[in-house]
Each structure stands twice: as structure tokens, then as C-alpha cells.
T-cell receptor
Framework: DGGITQSPKYLFRKEGQNVTLSCEQN?????MYWYRQDPGQGLRLIYYSQIVNDFQKGDIAEGYSVSREKKESFPLTVTSAQKNPTAFYLC??????????????FGPGTRLTVL | AQTVTQSQPEMSVQEAETVTLSCTYDTSESDYYLFWYKQPPSRQMILVIR??????QNATENRFSVNFQKAAKSFSLKISDSQLGDAAMYFC??????????????FGKGITLSVRP
């Protein structure tokens, strides 16, 4: 089946640790995105990538890092510099050409909790 | 910068009835896209419907339809024949026509819809 997978579903981190959230897609989409969701809030963009080996900061990139070495994969690292990392993280992807390039499809999300 | 406002935090509807969820947005652009996403308790974001701003015709997808008022910058979602499975949080989102940094989605804060049996 084509889709977006995120792992793990739940992640616990001690203060001062870096953790990496996985996002993989087999939709052959060029663009990938990371959003953060806090209670009572909509989603906010952390980073996005429109092509392999290139990525751009979103609205709340501080304390996060990403890489895009493969088209299918866009991992997000939450560093110890992120002051309030407890949140729900969603990965999305979209086409960069052809029809429906505007539409983003989402993975199931990762819930990160800092202990 | 674009903003999306969903002013009603919660709504409730009787099963089989119709409900309308409101959304307004602010932009200086003339060409853009609007979306409604559904987030059930599983927290998976599911696309419900999309609207292209240059199209005057309102989008429909089965029981879901929108009322797109470009001049008023309003984009409401109507759910007909509500079902228990429609209970979820619904997010309105905006995307610029342009690519690059503008390809991000700007979300409202969401509205929680409950369906009474």
C-alpha cells in the first residue's frame, strides 16, 4: 500500500537528550514537511524539503534539525536546544509536479513526551 | 502573512442532521487553495475536501460540501446526513498558489465536532 509511515508512535525523552523521529513515504512525492501540533492549536511548520539534499526552515525551526538524503525519507531530530519539545509531530508529503501539487498527505504522527 | 480563523471551538450535531463549520481567512493573494482536514481520535490527519480559489464552483465530496465566499474570505464546511464516524476535530487550512516557502499549510486552531446518536 502507498502511504506515509512514522515511527515510533510514542517516544519518551529525558531532558538533555536528542531524539530522532522517522518519516518514510512510498508515494513518490518530492516534497516533505514536518509539523508540530500542541493542544488547542493548529499545526505549525517546522521544516520542509522540496527536493533531495535541500530543506528549508519553517516557522518554528529552532531546536530542530532535519536531513533529506533520500527521496523517501525525511527524519526530524529534536535537539536538547528545543525548550518545550513535548508535542504531537506530523509528517506530510506532496507532489512537486503534475496534478494536485497543492495537496499534502499526512502520516499517523509521533507523540513525543519529555520526562 | 496569511491567517486562518476558526472561531467556534466546539459544535454538536444530531446523527443524520446537517452541520456547518465556519472558517475565515486573511490573505492579500488572489490565487490560493483552501482545505478542510479531519483529525479523528487516532490523530491521523485526513483530507476531507479542497477548493481552488480561482474556481467559483463550490467543491463537493459525497456528504461534504463547502461554501466558498472569496470576497468575504469565508470557507465553511457543510456535513450532510451526519454520521457517528464524523466525530472528530476539523481543521481549515490555507496554502498559497506559489511554491517554496509559501507551499506550507497555514492551519486554524480547529473545531471539535461531536455527533449525538
Amino acid at each position: 500500500d502507498g502511504g506515509i509511515t512514522q515511527s515510533p508512535k510514542y517516544l519518551f525523552r529525558k531532558e538533555g537528550q536528542n531524539v530522532t523521529l522517522s518519516c518514510e513515504q512510498n508515494l513518490n512525492h518530492d516534497a516533505m514537511y514536518w509539523y508540530r501540533q500542541d493542544p488547542g492549536q493548529g499545526l505549525r511548520l517546522i521544516y520542509y524539503s522540496q527536493i533531495v539534499n535541500d530543506f528549508q526552515k519553517g516557522d518554528i525551526a529552532e531546536g530542530y534539525s532535519v536531513s533529506r538524503e533520500k527521496k523517501e525519507s525525511f527524519p526530524l531530530t529534536v535537539t536538547s536546544a528545543q525548550k518545550n519539545p513535548t508535542a504531537f509531530y506530523l509528517c506530510a508529503s506532496s507532489r512537486a509536479g503534475g496534478e494536485r501539487t497543492d495537496t499534502q498527505y499526512f502520516g499517523p504522527g509521533t507523540r513525543l513526551t519529555v520526562l | 502573512a496569511q491567517t486562518v480563523t476558526q472561531s467556534q471551538p466546539e459544535m454538536s450535531v444530531q446523527e443524520a442532521e446537517t452541520v456547518t463549520l465556519s472558517c475565515t481567512y486573511d490573505t492579500s493573494e488572489s490565487d490560493y487553495y483552501l482545505f478542510w482536514y479531519k483529525q479523528p481520535p487516532s490523530r491521523q490527519m485526513i483530507l476531507v475536501i479542497r477548493q481552488e480559489a480561482y474556481k467559483q464552483q463550490n467543491a463537493t465530496e459525497n456528504r461534504f460540501s463547502v461554501n466558498f465566499q472569496k470576497a468575504a474570505k469565508s470557507f465553511s464546511l457543510k456535513i450532510s446526513d451526519s454520521q457517528l464516524g464524523d466525530a472528530a476535530m476539523y481543521f481549515c487550512a490555507y496554502r498559497s498558489h506559489y511554491t517554496g516557502a509559501n507551499s506550507k499549510l497555514t492551519f486554524g486552531k480547529g473545531i471539535t465536532l461531536s455527533v449525538r446518536p
